[in-house]
């Protein structure tokens, strides 16, 4: 790998620690506030819906904007929302601009890693960036449990200074000031691109048929856009139950239940590490049956009440789910390149896998508004994940056998 791809990584980590960590520091704002539980979701949503709305326009700003300089940006956008909710702005409006400053970042990230790596490189240097993405889970909701917990409280509660939350806040500003600096470090790839439309219907039409273009292609990107889409949006839903699994079920606080969302991306790290160096490009769709493994595993680990059991559960669940993930990233975003550009590519699948974000989450913060207990919404989740797998490898079935009649046929 080239050295300013490790750079790129350190910096992208603590940019998304601070990230993992600030969801858990909204949860806590939003009970000091009085909230329902079911407002815990809804700060999810206000981070993904950007990632929705900003999809047409965001490849292009990444292909036209040299990506490095975007990334910082973006970084200071995501600085100002955090002090903002510091200053008394809703955790939900926060939620908001961080989520504006995200969308932006993800493509210029991960289009700049398809610039600066080779292709046959391409799964290794997801394997690094998904366990990167994933350690910064682990230790961001390792922070995150660490900024509400009781001896945080009572130790800037002695000093008082400022309320405890509000300082939890300000230690974040610090991670996010030095996820700028490793930016400044990043050197351009120096790929430039055709200018794209400038006009909002020419932007939106294109965006469109970019959309279309991965969704029709029988070359991986179907599939593996397919998958992608609903690892994240079970996965994202799974993040947020886990956390309310962990009170209900096994009698944890707040940020112990983060220490124990912790676990899944251990696993995580485990089956990514495994998956990049192991999976070759052209062998990706090969992993499609962990998808039914992780929905299984879904279905059965919220009807587990000893922590004893739960803590090997959810590293297996992490396991299986980033051993899948990883080669499907890798495909998606190899054909994504041959079709599109890395910034449109890119665009697309955030725009995806963040409907499906919208859509499981809005989903779940109903139901549970609606007072459905938690285990059966787990479980639902993991019962709706098989359903569509089995779906899945049952179209690539099909897809491959019309494939072998047509090449007969020509024979």
Not at 104 to 117: D, N, W
Not at 222 to 227: C, G, H, N, V
Not at 255 to 277: D, F, P, W
Not at 347 to 363: D, K, P, R, Y
């Amino acid at each position: 790998m080239p050295p300013r791809f490790f750079t790129l990584i350190a910096a992208q980590f603590f940019s998304a620690l601070a990230d993992n960590a600030l969801l858990i520091v909204g949860i806590a704002l939003l009970r000091e506030m009085g909230e329902p539980i079911w407002w815990a979701p809804l700060l999810k949503l206000c981070f993904t819906v950007a990632y929705v709305a900003l999809a047409p326009a965001v490849g292009l700003v990444a292909d036209a904007w040299p990506k490095v300089a975007l990334m910082t940006w973006m970084n200071a956008l995501k600085a100002a929302g955090v002090g903002a909710m510091a200053l008394g702005l809703s955790p939900l409006a926060a939620f908001a601009v961080v989520g504006i400053a995200a969308s932006c970042y993800a493509p210029a990230k991960y289009g700049l890693i398809t610039e600066i790596v080779p292709s046959h490189r391409l799964v290794a240097a997801n394997g690094w960036i998904e366990v990167s993405v994933v350690c910064s889970v682990l230790l961001g909701t390792l922070l995150g449990g660490l900024l509400v917990s009781p001896w945080w409280m009572t130790w800037v509660g002695a000093l008082g200074t400022v309320t405890p939350l509000t300082a939890s806040l300000l230690a974040l500003l610090g991670v996010y000031a030095l996820a700028a600096l490793l930016q400044l470090r990043v050197p351009e790839s120096g790929v430039i691109y055709d200018r794209g439309p400038s006009r909002p219907r020419a932007v939106l039409a294109d965006f469109l048929r970019a959309n279309a273009a991965l969704w029709r292609d029988r070359q991986g990107g179907r599939l593996s856009l397919s998958m992608t889409t609903l690892f994240w949006g079970a996965g994202a839903t799974l993040q947020l139950a886990v956390l309310q699994w962990a009170q209900e079920a096994l009698g944890l606080r707040l940020n112990q239940g983060a220490y124990l969302q912790a676990t899944v991306a251990i696993g995580v790290v485990v089956g990514a590490g495994l998956s990049g160096r192991w999976i070759a490009l052209h062998h990706s769709l090969r992993v499609m049956p962990l998808g039914l493994m992780l929905g299984l595993l879904m279905l059965a680990t919220p009807w587990v009440t000893s922590l004893g059991w739960a803590l090997p559960a959810m590293v297996m669940v992490g396991a299986v789910g980033g051993a899948m993930v990883v080669p499907m990233n890798a495909l998606l975003q190899h054909r994504g390149v041959q079709l599109l550009s890395a910034g449109r590519s890119i665009a697309v699948q955030g725009f995806n896998e963040n409907c499906s974000i919208l859509l499981m989450l809005g989903t779940y913060a109903a139901l549970q508004a609606a007072g459905v207990p938690l285990v059966w919404l787990m479980s639902g989740l993991g019962l709706f994940v098989c359903l569509c797998v089995l779906m899945l490898m049952w179209r690539r079935r099909g897809q491959d056998v019309l494939t072998s009649e047509c090449a007969g046929g020509h024979a």
